[in-house]
């Protein structure tokens, strides 16, 4: 189909690359781009592109990719926790200063021919006018607000607090580290986007927030200005690291992330885009890239189809099940962060393997093609073995392979027959009592979201309370689908760390990879690889 008219309601990365490319698509038609700020006043610190967005626009623009990948700064990431250091090498990952992409992609978008009107706020009756009008407007969206029944909206708030600074010299490379208060842990997640700048992502949870007394200053800061006492308190409290340079604000004060999710992404003629169609959190840096794959998939999805209405059916049925992964992965990834303080315990290099496989996106054998060194070092520290006796390719294997000692018992390996889970264990006791004789793992079917709420830390506490009572351990079983199977293994990593118990952990034998990851990661002792021919047996007994 042809386009006459388009108007791009949002001026941010993924609103102004959309438009470049119906543009570059639909020459003869009219695009517009209506953003409510004004360039001389964009605000931000640096954004990361990692490889993966790279290629994918490399193929659909390469002439924006290319002065992307020019102005932006390739690094590293280290991992400094209680003085020791992992480094992890990212390939092509680049960080940018955000108000450069918009540059870059104001400069492109014009010499495509779109037509860029700053400084008022439009509504969606206001272009009406338009065939196709992309709502580009953000993760505040008025447009998503105002008709938030029509898109079937709604907000996840998260109870971990963060705020955005920069600093005014350039890391060598990006970093994740703790550091300890007479308040509380606080983690940064900082990474150089310029030859003179760095962004420091800082975050902490409510009762650490709370003790410095950043509930008040947060609410003494108004929108336009930033909170100058958190960002001295960070200052000093990140000196280490700051290399004796300060914090800077823009806008800068405590939030909590909205996670946003759309039952439809279309109203009419018009289509969320980004933000305003659905966030991801930010410890998988995937915001921009979103919005701006999102712009791709609308572009192909219009060339296409026939009419718009097939159009953009096409297009939110292709690119929702892409977004509703990337928001698991950061879901799981947010998880992990908030808790991040509980796990600094674990040598460094283990502790990077822990968070590499943190949201399942990253086996541990493609992590020891890219990074053989670490992965290699975080094997020997979970295994007390040589890194020299750790081999890079097999890791699965080696892992599986790896002997246990549990107080007086021991095995040879780390996996269990699936016929152990009746020999083993027993149901699950409503109240405290003693297992019964031979049976001393209790058999629990898992069928928590989220291994850290209020359900999560009753059942540890029954948990906790059982092996008080005699009970050995934890047989965690359920679903075998893989979410399910990942929450167990969270959920496993959990009760080691607060109980005495020893932790299996079953799942399907197609999850190799992700049970072999939960044993190098701390997060199960053992595991039982659950094979079809067992499954229905298995199914059985959760019923």
Known sequence: MRLQSVAVLGGGPGGLYAARLLKLAHPDATVRVYEQGVPEKTFGFGVAVAGRTQRNLEEADAASQADIIAAGRPHDMRMLVGGQVARVHNGPLIGIARTELLAVLTRHARAAGVELHHGRRYRLDEVDDADLVVVADGVNSRTRTEHAADFGAHVDVADGLYLWAGADFALDTAIFAPVTTAHGTFVTHAYPYASDRSTFLIETDEATWRAAGFDVT??????????????????????????????????????????????????????????????????????????????????????????????????????????????????????????????????????????????????????????????????????????????????????????????????????????????????????????????????????????????????????HDLTLGGWAGFWLTGSADRHHLLTRLDLGERLRAETAGLVVVDGPSSSLDDLAAGLAAARTDLVCPISTADRRTHEEVLR
């Open 218 to 463: 947060t609410e003494a800061t108004g929108p336009d200005v930033s909170d100058t006492t958190a960002l001295a308190y960070l200052e000093k409290a990140f000196t280490e690291h700051l290399d004796g340079h300060r914090l800077i604000g823009n806008r800068t004060r405590w939030l909590r992330f909205r996670t946003v999710h759309c039952e439809r992404w279309t109203r009419g003629n018009a289509v969320l885009l980004g933000d305003a169609a659905h966030t991801a959190h930010y410890s998988v840096g995937s915001g921009t890239k979103l919005a701006m794959e999102d712009a791709i998939a609308l572009r192909d999805a219009i060339a296409e189809a026939s009419d718009l209405p097939t159009a953009l059916a096409r297009y939110e049925h292709e690119r929702r099940p892409q977004v509703q992964r990337i928001q698991e992965l950061a879901r799981r990834s947010m998880l992990w962060w908030d808790s991040f303080p509980r796990r600094t315990h674990l040598p460094v290099d283990q502790l990077m393997v822990a968070y590499m496989t943190r949201t399942g996106n990253v086996g541990l054998q493609r992590f020891a093609a890219t990074n053989p060194d670490i992965v290699r070092r975080g094997l020997a520290q979970f295994a007390d073995a040589d890194p020299a006796h750790v081999p890079v390719e097999g890791v699965v294997d080696w892992v599986l392979g790896r002997p246990l000692t549990h107080g007086d018992r021991r095995w040879t390996g780390r996996v269990l027959p699936a016929g152990d889970r009746d020999r083993l264990t027993a149901a699950l006791p409503e109240d405290p009592a003693p297992p019964p004789p031979g049976a001393d793992l209790a058999r629990v079917v898992v069928t928590l979201d989220d291994p850290w709420d209020a359900a999560a830390d009753a059942l540890v506490k029954k948990l």
